[in-house]
């Protein structure tokens, strides 16, 4: 039982490149989410999947794109990567029975470098 | 709107002693409260949290968390502080009157250094 995987670990881009971090879980969750992590920030809500069919922005969505696979995978996109998108990707998911003491838990992150 | 602050950046402490990681909340409605640790390099973990009932929630690695309803703080405590529990601590909130039923909303993050 992995948990929840996230690849690639660490990538560099130069401004105006694409990619795609990938995210899995193995834990049969619903819901699916990815935060960034900025300096002094704690982590913020990109967007995330309340289960398979779904998705909605969290709090800072601008620049960002997710698919949700199926129900493991949830990818988020970088169309034109610029370099405020600099930051710790974190990928996580909860079991998403609706109940608000649920939970999360946490893939070990993608570090994006953008030049 | 609901909102976290973690008032302190740093906290050190000797190992041995008694730790405390103070947290604050702001909702509007019923408040459920997390603890997450972050090792360096490495995702968040889950260490306790704070649904209903008694105001002692008590979590892994023998950490505990005091809910205080009239201060809204959900400070994280431990006894006797190790070494091996230096790390990043991160508290979260989340109500029934977020926006996004799902949304956690976490504070900025606390640096703890246990010092031998």
């Known amino acids: 039982n992995a948990g929840v995987t996230q690849t690639p670990k660490f990538q560099v881009l130069k401004t105006g490149q694409s990619m795609t971090l990938q995210c899995a879980q193995d834990?049969?969750?619903?819901?699916m989410y990815w935060y960034r992590q900025d300096p002094g920030m704690g982590l913020r809500l990109i967007y995330y999947?309340?289960?398979?069919?779904?998705?909605d922005k969290g709090e800072v969505p601008n620049g960002y794109n997710v698919s949700r696979l199926n129900k493991r995978e949830f990818s988020l996109r970088l169309e034109s990567a610029a370099p405020s998108q600099t930051s710790v990707y974190f990928c996580a998911s909860s079991r998403g029975l609706g109940g608000l003491q649920e939970t999360q838990y946490f893939g070990p992150g993608t570090r994006l470098l953008v030049l | 709107a609901q909102s976290v602050a973690q008032p302190e950046d740093q906290v050190n402490v000797a190992e041995g002693n008694p730790l405390t990681v103070k947290c604050t909340y702001s909702v509007s409605g019923n408040p459920y409260l997390f603890w997450y640790v972050q090792y360096p390099n490495r995702g968040l973990q889950f260490l306790l949290k704070?649904?209903?009932?008694?105001?002692l929630v008590k979590g892994s690695y023998g950490f505990e968390a005091e809910f205080n309803k009239s201060q809204t703080s959900f400070h994280l405590k431990k006894p006797s502080a190790l070494v091996s529990d230096s790390a990043l601590y991160f508290c979260a909130v989340r109500s029934f009157s977020s926006g996004s039923a799902r949304q956690l909303t976490f504070g900025s993050g606390t640096q703890l250094t246990v010092l031998p």
């Open positions: 834990m049969n969750h619903n819901s």
């Open positions: 704070y649904i209903t009932g008694d105001n």
């Open positions: 999947s309340a289960s398979e069919g779904t998705t």
